[in-house]
């Protein structure tokens, strides 16, 4: 994609989230969210919200107004083939279950795929007002406050690192447990619950590591630009390609990138 195309999908990603932003938060903190289970019975809990399906639903429809030849890869609808070579990925709210608590490490994430690559990322979260993008030549955190631009911190040692997951039952193997406890116990602190909200943090300097099993694309993708934009690294837990879901590992810095693969091997 040029810059030029990039930068007419980037204004339109801010549109998809400025709509997302009142319908989520029409039901965050509600009295009264009706959720339903759509798991299979070899799946765990897996939560949809009326929230979910009423934002993918604007975006989608945003999309076939102003982009009807690119595709559109969700969460809550089937999937729409591409014309243009160009994919939006979307997850209206990445953390369900940490929205149907009431705790705000959720966010709507919104990425665009060239084809080859996510090329654009925004993670937008309603509550807090925060909107995290990142492309290849920005990342950058928008609040009330202002906007500002995002750098990972330099650690490089596991011994140093601040390590997130979202749920240590995403692991589903005892090869993957035996892994992600080996790499949690050589680092300093580890905090679970965060959701897509560790990958901003660690865009934003305040950890160091992610590292997480299960993802879909669409739990993945938004996150990349941001977090590469800010000078971090996310691969598979083999130094692969992560965006088509499954392990991934972010890391704020090459070294750190270095030993944390290690440590899951």
């Not at 919200?49 to 076939?64: P, S």
């Not at 490490?105 to 090329?119: E, F, M, Q, S, Y």
């Not at 035996?178 to 949690?184: D, K, L, R, T």
Request: glycine share 8%.
């Amino acid at each position: 994609m040029s810059e030029t195309e990039i930068d007419t999908c980037l204004s339109v990603a801010h549109r998809l989230a400025d709509a997302a932003r009142p319908l989520a938060l029409q039901h965050f903190r509600a009295a009264t969210l009706a959720v339903e289970d759509k798991s299979t019975p070899d799946q765990s809990y897996d939560p949809v919200t009326m929230a979910d399906r009423a934002i993918e639903a604007e975006m989608r429809q945003i999309l076939a107004d102003l982009r009807p030849d690119d595709g559109v890869l969700g969460e809550e609808f089937d999937p729409t083939p591409s014309r243009s070579g160009i994919t939006w990925v979307l997850d209206p709210i990445d953390g369900t279950r940490a929205f149907i608590c009431g705790l705000p490490t959720w966010g709507v994430l919104i990425a665009v795929n060239d084809g080859t690559r996510p090329v654009i990322g925004i993670m937008d979260q309603p509550f807090t007002g925060e909107r995290f993008t990142g492309t290849a030549a920005i990342a950058q955190l928008a609040h009330a406050d202002g906007t500002r631009a995002l750098h990972t911190r330099a650690t490089a040692a596991l011994g140093d690192a601040v390590l997130c997951c979202t749920d240590p039952t995403m692991f589903k193997t005892e090869a993957e447990r035996a892994a992600f406890a080996a790499i949690s116990q050589a680092t300093r602190l580890t905090r679970y619950g965060t959701d897509c909200y560790a990958y901003a943090m660690l865009a934003a300097g305040q950890v160091d590591l992610v590292v997480e099993s299960s993802l879909k694309p669409y739990d993945i993708q938004a996150m990349m630009p941001i977090v590469q934009g800010a000078g971090g690294i996310v691969t598979d837990w083999r130094g692969g390609d992560p965006q088509h879901g499954g392990q991934a590992l972010a890391a704020a810095t090459p070294a750190l990138h270095a030993a944390a693969l290690a440590a899951l091997a």
